[in-house]
């Protein structure tokens, strides 16, 4: 299913706290906003033009869920029932359900978005678990549905007070449609997480500053995990200190360009790996951010690797401005390879900045660093060109 023919999509703010709060789950904390937030987020990552938001009433923090939804360039439709939903679909649309109050990490919703047509994620029933609808002996559904229009006629005839979920996911089981089942660790980790409760929230929020959960590169989780385990409860709903923490990155990044730039190898090298990690633990906590072309990307940036090792080659003692050029395709590389499709483990750790930084430091040290670093850079580029190129 490629991301693109997916206009519409389709969230709701009607489930009510398991308790006595009587608080939209959808407006819990989740990382620095909302759970209705981050499926915002994950609606403008697919691709989604135009977003249906579900309710009952209208709470007051909507509208700040409405600029957020416009500033991600997604129309943002306010709909109450059945014939709202129909109103905003052509007949060539097709739509995708985000389920109320459920969680799902970025790994699990890309998988769902790989699937080829109508799908819908289904789960191992489980009695233990709670805040899933069951479908049948043996399934739960997980909250994601893609639907084509198509599969909605002879619907139009739909009480109000009905679910708009239940209703779209009875359709779509009378029709074809590929089932994607998780597996159960997927549930045990919380990649795929019903919120209830403010303790479901916290758990989840918790669990984006796990390097284990998200997806990176294997060596520097290492790292990364030392540092949220002792900055998790400090960042977690605070915004302000989250915003400080990318801004600090950021510098630093940029302090890569000016050291390489001048020569001064290690201290580059250094500024570069701590903006990375700082970036990364500011990542946790933000939107899902846009899914990107992969191939163009790719060779995109394998032309720029191949224009930096061609200066190398032509231009004799490197100058400064082709060392800050080098680095400034690095930053780029490592930058969008989070964006990019699953690689294996072995691809993901030849990809690491700490390995990169390791390297980069011993050949600052031992011998001619930006040639070296050019070639790596190079070689790189070309295996994540022709792996997308093969995937795609």
């Not at 135009?50 to 939804?69: I, N």
């Not at 890309?110 to 399934?139: C, K, Q, S, W, Y």
């Not at 229009?149 to 708009?164: H, I, K, M, N, T």
């Not at 590389?333 to 750790?349: C, E, F, N, V, Y």
Request: with cysteine; aromatic share 6%; glycine share 8%.
């Amino acid at each position: 299913m490629e991301t693109g023919k997916i206009r519409v999509a389709l969230i709701s703010l009607c489930r009510t706290a398991a308790d006595s709060s009587g608080d939209y789950c959808g407006l819990f904390p989740i990382g620095n906003d909302t759970l209705l937030a981050y499926q915002i987020g994950l609606a403008a990552r697919a691709g989604a033009q135009k977003l249906l938001c579900h309710v009952d009433t209208v709470p007051g923090d909507l509208m700040r869920h409405e600029r957020l939804a416009r500033d991600l360039g997604l129309e943002w439709v306010t709909i109450r029932q059945f014939g709202d939903l129909l109103a905003h679909l052509m007949d060539d649309d097709s739509l995708l359900v985000i389920g109320d109050s459920m969680y799902h990490s970025l790994s699990v919703f890309d998988d769902f978005l790989g699937n080829n047509g109508a799908a819908v994620l289904l789960a191992p029933a489980d009695d233990a678990i709670t805040g899933m609808e069951r479908l049948d002996l043996n399934h739960l559904w997980a909250g994601l549905l893609h639907i084509r229009r198509d599969q909605l006629d002879g619907l139009s005839e739909v009480p109000a007070d009905w679910s708009l979920e239940s209703v779209l996911l009875r359709a779509a089981m009378k029709t074809e449609i590929r089932n994607a089942v998780i597996p159960a660790r997927t549930l045990d980790r919380r990649a795929v997480t019903p919120i209830e409760m403010m303790d479901d929230s916290q758990a989840v929020s918790l669990d984006l500053l796990n390097p284990e959960t998200m997806q990176d590169h294997p060596l520097s989780n290492y790292l990364l995990r030392a540092l949220a385990s002792v900055s998790a409860l400090s960042l977690w709903r605070r915004q302000q200190r989250t915003m400080w923490l990318a801004a600090g990155g950021i510098i630093l990044l940029l302090a890569l360009l000016v050291f390489m730039a001048w020569s001064w190898s290690i201290a580059g090298i250094v500024c570069g790996y701590t903006g990375y990690l700082c970036s990364n633990l500011a990542r946790a906590v933000d939107q899902p951010a846009r899914r990107i072309n992969p191939i163009v990307t790719s060779g995109f940036i394998t032309a720029l690797a191949g224009c930096g090792a061609i200066m190398l080659l032509l231009v004799p003692g490197t100058p400064p401005p082709i060392a800050g050029y080098i680095a400034l395709i690095w930053l780029i590389m490592q930058g969008l390879l989070i964006r990019m499709p699953d690689m294996p483990i072995w691809r993901q750790s030849a990809f690491d900045p700490l390995l990169l930084s390791a390297l980069a430091l011993l050949t600052a040290i031992s011998g001619p660093l930006y040639p070296a670093i050019a070639l790596l850079t190079l070689v790189q580029a070309a295996c994540l060109l022709l792996h997308n190129v093969r995937k795609g």
